[in-house]
């Protein structure tokens, strides 16, 4: 199973741009490197996925160098609403027959603390 | 609709009651799942269902009783539960993973049951 390391904190200040690095070292060809941002007693919510390069949305982007073995949330212009805990999540696919379900194995994630 | 509802929000119970946390997706997902998350700590998977049937159960004591009616519907019952077993209680839902996976295959999570065991 892959396992992920994140910094355990960031702090930061509003209107910053936050890049949160994750390292993935044992990454699998198949495998996807999701993003959840997390609220206090909320479900974690779906960010970001991708699988290679840069993928951008409405809200983040995600930069994954070649390698994949790294990969890098960028949340521009942070609000105090952004202040969350966020997980990176990789493969981590079980098989059974043809058909596969996720195993995901939170890691300890990062705790954002934006400041005004 | 990317929503998977939970209920009840709260629920507190004795450790001689017997109470159920529902969850529900109509995203057409063929694959759902229950985890638990303590305070301060990440969420951990208890059971993972695809097509209705038990795939993942991770040595999760027999007090914890899953349970999945029907591709849209999954129960989570509970008996003699112990007050460390307080904690808020996630379901998550997402396709079944077909060969290999494609960025749809992502998990979406409910807002969770906070339980309190007394």
């Known amino acids: 199973l892959a396992k992920t390391t994140q910094p355990i904190s960031m702090d930061s200040y509003e209107g910053q741009e936050v890049n949160i690095t994750c390292s993935h070292n044992n990454i699998a060809t198949n495998d996807y490197i999701t993003w959840y941002q997390q609220f206090p007693s909320q479900g974690p919510r779906f960010i970001i996925q991708?699988?290679?390069t840069k993928v951008t949305n409405e809200v983040a982007s995600l930069f994954i160098p070649a390698d994949r073995k790294s990969s890098t949330l960028s949340l521009p212009r942070v609000s105090l609403s952004d202040t969350a805990v966020y997980y990176c999540l990789v493969g981590d696919i079980l098989y059974t027959g043809t058909s596969g379900t996720y195993k995901y194995i939170f890691g300890t994630g990062t705790r954002l603390k934006v400041l005004a | 609709d990317t929503e998977v509802t939970q209920t009840p929000k709260h629920l507190v119970m004795g450790m001689t009651n017997k109470k159920s946390l529902k969850c529900e997706q109509h995203?057409?997902?063929?694959?759902m799942y229950w985890y638990k998350q303590k305070a301060k700590k990440p969420p951990e998977l208890m059971f993972v269902?695809?097509?209705?049937?038990?795939?993942i159960n991770e040595s999760v004591p027999s007090r914890f009783s899953p349970e999945c009616p029907n591709s849209s519907l999954l129960n989570l019952h509970l008996h003699a539960l112990q007050p460390e077993d307080s904690a808020l209680y996630l379901c998550a839902s997402s396709q079944v993973v077909r060969g290999q996976p494609s960025s749809t295959d992502t998990q979406y999570f409910g807002p969770g049951t906070r339980l309190t065991v007394l």
């Open positions: 269902y695809s097509y209705e049937k038990l795939s």
């Open positions: 991708g699988y290679k």
């Open positions: 995203m057409g997902h063929r694959a």
